[in-house]
């Protein structure tokens, strides 16, 4: 029997207001997101949120308005409170993957958590590099349709098309709900890109 792990990513204060468009595409997304992550944890998934921190030294980071975004221990850097439970489990990590230098693959390893299902944003960022590297350490991979964002819908349709064809199964959240619920695997065949 699969088991099963929801991996948030970047759903911090300061990565969410970098725009209106990102801010207005979490916030429609939010109401079924929490009833989603709320239904993964009556199930016993576990509920992991990988937050992306910086230090003052970091290099190669993407200034906002002139400064650092998602600094340790500002404001900006925290998880958004409406999607985070006490019973979640938070990983930091420094780059767009989950999986870089971070102890996310001895954690999955350590608790037998063989299927990851990635949400958040961005689609095209770290959905994307952390499904890949999920799917290169053995992963069976999930992404839901509309458990992920990105600035621009056709980032995020172009990101979907290209993990569907590659690494993962991409699906609504309620479907991902009734598999669970009923216990129905998921087929991992993907196709291969033309």
């Not at 500002?74 to 958004?80: E, I, Q, S, Y």
């Not at 949400?119 to 053995?138: K, L, N, S, Y």
Request: charged content about 30%.
């Amino acid at each position: 029997m699969p088991r099963y792990a929801i991996l948030t990513n970047d759903l911090q204060r300061d990565l969410v207001d970098k725009n209106e468009q990102r801010k207005a595409n979490v916030e429609l997304m939010t109401p079924a997101f929490r009833e989603f992550l709320a239904q993964m944890r009556d199930q016993g998934v576990t509920v992991i949120h990988l937050q992306l921190i910086y230090d003052e030294g970091d290099k190669k980071i993407e200034l906002h308005d002139g400064r650092i975004p998602v600094l340790r221990g500002t404001p900006g850097a925290a998880l958004l409170p409406e999607f985070v439970e006490p019973s979640d489990i938070v990983m930091e990590k420094k780059k767009d993957s989950g999986f870089f230098e971070t102890g996310l693959h001895d954690f999955l390893q350590e608790h037998d958590i063989d299927t990851v299902i990635i949400t958040g944003m961005q689609a095209q960022v770290c959905i994307q590099t952390t499904a890949a590297d999920a799917h290169f350490r053995g992963y069976n991979v999930v992404v839901p349709t509309d458990g992920v964002v990105s600035t621009r819908d056709a980032d995020r349709d172009r990101a979907l098309e290209w993990l569907a064809s590659y690494c993962a199964v991409v699906t609504p959240m309620a479907d991902i709900v009734r598999r669970i619920k009923e216990n129905e695997r998921f087929d991992f065949t993907v196709q291969a890109l033309p």
